[in-house]
Every structure is written in C-alpha cells, then in structure tokens.
C-alpha cells in the first residue's frame, strides 16, 4: 500500500510560481510512475506531467510544457511539481499520483492518488 501526500498549494498571482511537493510512504514507491493530475471545478481530470520510475524520462500536458517541472527525489520518496509562469486556467485541485502501468496520460491507469492540494492563480 502507498499512500500520497502533497503539499505546497496556495494563491499566488498571474505570473507567479509554486512547487508542489508530494511524499509517499511505502515500499512499493521505487516501483511507481509518479504524476500530478489536476481537476478544475466542473470538469474532469487531466494529466499535467507524470515522471518515470528512474526519473529519466517524463511527460507534459501541452498546457504545461515549457513552465512546469516534474522531478523526483527517490530516496525521499518525494515527486515535485516546480510550476512558473502561472495562469488563471492553472486554478485547479493538484493530485499527485503513482501506478505500474507507465507514463500513461489515462487517470484511471493510476491505483493511487492523494488528497490534492488547491491551486489558484488570480489577476
């Protein structure tokens, strides 16, 4: 079992930065893909980045290429998500999330998810 916390949301203004954090517990996170998915209100939940198991290889939301970072630490046991240049359309719940089933943009392929952590750019 693993579960996922993340931290490191807030407001912050148009332009601004944020990094989301997320740890994990568990042994079976060296095993995971690891990501951050978010959800706007009234909408559903797309991929922002997710981040293969050694770190070597990632993948971006066109929405994100170019400002967001993803990263992992994995002797802590942490993803982060670095995001510069933030938008009004970057508000969103930020879940971080981790699974066996590869770099896939597809939510349900990821067994675990955490609680999420608020995000929202205002002009």
């Known amino acids: 079992q693993v579960h996922l916390s993340e931290s490191g949301g807030g407001w912050v203004q148009v332009g601004g930065s944020l990094r989301l954090s997320c740890a994990a517990s568990?042994?079976?996170?060296?095993?995971?893909?690891m990501g951050w998915f978010r959800q706007a209100p009234g909408k559903e939940r797309k991929l922002v980045a997710v981040?293969?198991?050694?770190?070597?290889?990632?993948v971006y939301a066109d929405s994100a290429k170019g400002r967001f970072t993803i990263s992992r630490d994995n002797a802590k046991n942490t993803v982060y998500l670095q995001m510069n240049g933030l938008k009004p359309e970057d508000t969103a719940v930020y879940y971080c999330?981790?699974?066996?089933?590869?770099?896939?943009?597809?939510?349900?392929?990821?067994?675990?998810w955490g609680q999420g952590t608020q995000v929202t750019v205002s002009s």
């Open positions: 999330v981790g699974g066996r089933g590869g770099l896939t943009p597809i939510a349900q392929n990821y067994d675990y």
């Open positions: 568990g042994r079976a996170y060296s095993d995971f893909t």
């Open positions: 981040i293969s198991v050694s770190g070597k290889s990632t």
